[in-house]
Nanobody, 117 residues
C-alpha cells in the first residue's frame, strides 16, 4: 500500500507563494498519475493539478499560469509550486496517487493552505 505524506502548507499573504511537497513510500511514478486536490469548506474536493506517468500535466483553469506540478523520480516526491496566491486558493490540499491502469487511489492526510487578503 502506497503511503503519501504531505508538507509545506501554511499561511501566506495574497500574492505570495507556497510550495507543497508529497513524499511517497515507494517508487510510483511509472504506474501512477500523481496530483493535488483541494477542498474548501462547504465545497467538493477538486483537482488542482496532475501529472501522468508519461509526464503530461493537467491543471484546473483557475490555477493555470500560477501553479506548477513537478516530480522528482529519485526522491519519490512530487511538488506543487503555488505562486500569486489568492484568497480563493485557501483550502485543505491533498496529494493523490492513482494507479494508471487499476484506478486505485491513495491519499495524503491533507495540509492547510490559508491566504490572507
Amino acid at each position: 500500500q502506497v503511503q503519501l505524506v504531505e508538507s509545506g502548507g501554511g499561511l501566506v499573504q495574497s500574492g505570495g507563494s507556497l510550495r507543497l511537497s508529497c513524499a511517497a513510500s515507494e517508487s510510483i511514478f511509472a504506474l501512477y498519475t500523481t496530483g493535488w486536490y483541494r477542498q474548501a469548506p462547504g465545497k467538493q474536493r477538486e483537482l488542482v493539478a496532475s501529472i501522468t506517468p508519461g509526464g503530461s500535466t493537467n491543471y484546473a483553469d483557475s490555477v493555470k499560469g500560477r501553479f506548477t506540478i513537478s516530480r522528482d523520480n529519485a526522491k519519490n516526491t512530487f511538488d506543487l509550486q503555488m505562486n500569486s496566491l489568492k484568497p480563493e486558493d485557501a483550502a485543505v490540499y491533498f496529494c493523490n496517487a492513482r494507479h494508471f491502469f487499476l484506478g486505485v487511489d491513495y491519499w495524503g492526510q491533507g495540509t492547510q493552505v490559508a491566504v490572507s487578503s
